[in-house]
């Protein structure tokens, strides 16, 4: 039977648009909490998917994810992903799950691997590589949340979304979203920026690059509406966070911390 949830994987919806309908929750994770990490307002921010997972009958059996989002291309911290929960969700919930002080091993784990699959920047860690973990005094921590909770992690961390244990009556829904400085953003990305909204496109945690999820066969299989009709109309905020519209730049010679059009 066709499973009538839209997801991608694992109940986190990845398609039919779903980068862009939390748009105005992004402008305000921004403003409280990027801006302010950052030490700028000029932020670009991603079109990450969300997470809408159902309440369970039973365990789902489902094999662990536990992952890097950075491989060996780039050393050290890079990035800071953030969700926001939109429900409660206690330890035995789907909920957060990470190891804590994991990105200090990261290197020395993925030194093992295959160059090829020590650079990609989607990495699910083996039994053994998490028994390293272990022998480092690392474990896994489920990390439960109330409504409105935001969580910010390194890119560089070992984590996942732990399914729930058993039987739960509650929904998991959980918003991703990240904000890097928007002069990190490599200048042909503005072209691929426009493409991904005038396509509605959902990407990754990487608010510089554009890397769009796309469907499979099975996807193809269950018919479901478009949630637009249309490019949705963004406010100007949202057109500079996902590098719509670019942010004035005072003009050359003009003093660290002058406003557009300041004479040098």
């Not at 662990?64 to 990035?79: E, K, R, V, W, Y």
């Not at 020395?108 to 083996?126: K, N, P, S, V, Y």
């Not at 109330?146 to 070992?158: A, E, Y």
């Not at 426009?194 to 796309?214: I, M």
Request: glycine fraction near 8%; charge should be negative.
């Amino acid at each position: 039977a066709v499973d009538p949830w839209p997801h991608a994987q694992r109940d986190m919806m990845q398609l039919h648009q779903a980068g862009w309908v939390f748009c105005d929750l992004r402008e305000r994770l921004a403003a409280r909490v990027f801006e302010g990490l950052y030490g700028t307002q000029e932020l670009h921010c991603s079109k990450d998917g969300f997470t809408c997972h159902r309440p369970t009958t039973e365990d789902l059996h489902r094999t662990p994810n536990d992952h890097f989002d950075q491989g060996l291309d780039m050393l050290g911290l890079h990035c800071v992903q953030g969700s926001v929960a939109l429900t409660d969700q206690d330890e035995r919930d789907g909920c957060f799950l990470c190891w804590p002080g994991s990105h200090e091993f990261r290197e020395e784990i993925l030194a093992g691997r295959r160059r090829a699959q020590a650079h990609q920047d989607f990495i699910m860690l083996t039994d053994a590589e998490k028994d390293v973990l272990r022998s480092r005094g690392l474990e896994a921590r489920r990390v439960p949340v109330g409504k409105g909770d935001v969580i910010l992690w390194r890119s560089d961390l070992c984590h996942c979304g732990a399914p729930p244990q058993g039987a739960r009556d509650t929904f998991r829904a959980v918003v991703y979203a990240c904000c890097l400085p928007a002069a990190l953003t490599p200048e042909e990305m503005y072209a691929e920026k426009l493409r991904a909204y005038e396509g509605l496109e959902t990407g990754s945690h990487w608010p510089t690059r554009e890397e769009w999820f796309q469907p499979r066969d099975k996807h193809a299989r269950l018919a479901v509406k478009a949630y637009y009709k249309a490019p949705p109309e963004l406010s100007l905020r949202q057109q500079e966070l996902h590098g719509l519209a670019r942010y004035a730049q005072a003009p050359p010679g003009a003093p660290p911390g002058a406003p557009p059009g300041a004479p040098p």
